[in-house]
């Protein structure tokens, strides 16, 4: 497979420019609780140093607004991005200490309804620009628009194609052109499609790729790299982010797998295994400053370890590391937990087996995995 050259327009980011011939840009995010102010500066020097062009950092609310201050002001020559999460109204308060903010489309309905969206995005358009800020619309198969669900339903790849196009369109007649787009799922096929059709009718809008939740390595290297050397060897792709459940020690090697993977691809190495994932699939999320209990990598491993013996099933397990996007987060898989800060909840499909302490935790999910298996024949 060769290469293929990339068409998109080349915008700039703090320091770092994307787009069009730029080189690619390995990004990351911190995973540290944003309110650590020293952890979190330590983090974002430990990514840089690794090589991030961009280090994210998650914010909630206000308060936090004074810790990303301080954080800002240690780490000069960082280019800095903001996940606004579900508080896209904090834009003003945060833009001074970044070089971009990240909204979630699928996020803006919750708060101020007495506001239409495309106020909303003109809002934050003013304030990007007011403060020299990229913007990124960021999308998420796990939290897609209800107005391009129910006007494409069934159809979530299309609802999510035509919220991005639209947020585009919203953007540019704003007379604002310097934004990324990212359209992301744990599903490496459905992040290529996504991606690929986007591309298809915006050639020119810089991408943003990601597989969420891709997981512990070395399996959530795998999934990434599924997406990522398709995408990336047809020209899609301006700049990454490799999402793994990692360690906050151990953080900085999502930026050295990126890294290998464009490098890996620009010599023409393609080593995916497109059939990955045929049997158990474990996804878990790569925690971020939301995250409930330190234990949650711990757990994620645990959990990979206790399941080993059901790989030939096609069994989906989500472990994510939050009440917020949990329950959320969790709803394709066959059994999904979430951590709280005492509690990891359980949960199969939609039903909600409870919460239980960490400890006993993984003898229930155990019991149901062994149900799921009773119920199935290898990989079906
Ligand atoms: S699931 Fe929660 S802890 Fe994990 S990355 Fe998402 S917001 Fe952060």
């Not at 050259?5 to 080349?10: K, L, M, P």
């Not at 490496?188 to 996504?194: F, L, S």
């Not at 700049?239 to 020690?249: A, D, K």
């Amino acid at each position: 497979m060769s290469e293929a050259e990339r068409t998109t327009r080349r915008i700039r980011i703090g320091g770092v420019e994307v787009g069009g011939g730029a080189p690619i840009v390995v990004q990351s995010m911190c995973a540290t609780r944003t309110m650590d102010i020293d952890a979190t500066i330590a983090q974002a020097r430990q990514l840089a140093a690794a090589g991030a062009g961009i280090v994210r950092i998650a914010l909630d609310n206000e308060k936090e607004v004074a810790a990303l201050r301080e954080i800002r002001a240690a780490t000069p020559g960082v280019t800095l991005s903001v996940d606004l999460q579900e508080n896209y109204k904090i834009a003003d308060k945060v833009a001074p200490h970044v070089d971009k903010i990240r909204y979630n489309p699928g996020h803006l309905h919750h708060i101020e309804k007495s506001r239409t969206i495309p106020q909303k995005v003109k809002w934050l358009v003013e304030v990007a620009r007011d403060h020299d800020l990229a913007i990124r619309i960021g999308v998420n198969c796990g939290s897609v628009a209800p107005a391009f669900l129910e006007k494409y339903p069934g159809d979530q790849l299309t609802a999510i194609v035509e919220s991005a196009a639209w947020h585009c369109e919203l953007m540019e007649e704003y007379g604002f052109d310097r934004f990324v787009v990212s359209l992301k799922d744990s599903d490496p096929a459905k992040v290529v499609e996504a991606n690929r059709r986007f591309h298809q009718r915006r050639p020119d809008v810089p991408l943003h790729l990601g597989v969420t939740e891709a997981g512990l390595p070395p399996d959530g290297i795998i999934k990434t790299r599924v997406a990522f050397e398709r995408l990336l060897a047809q020209g899609i792709g301006d700049t990454i982010r490799v999402s793994l459940t990692l360690p906050n020690e151990r953080k900085h090697e999502e930026v050295l797998v990126g890294h290998k993977i464009v490098e890996d691809v620009h010599a023409g190495r393609f080593i995916s295994a497109p059939d990955f994932g045929a049997g158990l699939n474990i996804i878990s999320c790569p925690s971020c400053s939301r995250v409930e209990n330190e234990k949650f990598v711990e757990l994620a491993q645990q959990v990979k370890e206790l399941t080993a013996y059901a790989a030939k099933y096609k069994i989906t397990i989500a472990v994510m590391g939050c009440r917020v996007n949990g329950p959320g987060e969790t709803d394709d898989a066959d059994l999904g937990l979430w951590c709280g800060p005492t509690t990891v909840n359980l949960k199969r499909k939609a039903q909600k087996l409870g919460n239980f302490r960490y400890d006993d935790v993984l003898p229930r999910l155990k019991s149901e995995v062994d149900q799921l298996i009773a119920a199935r024949s290898p990989a079906n």
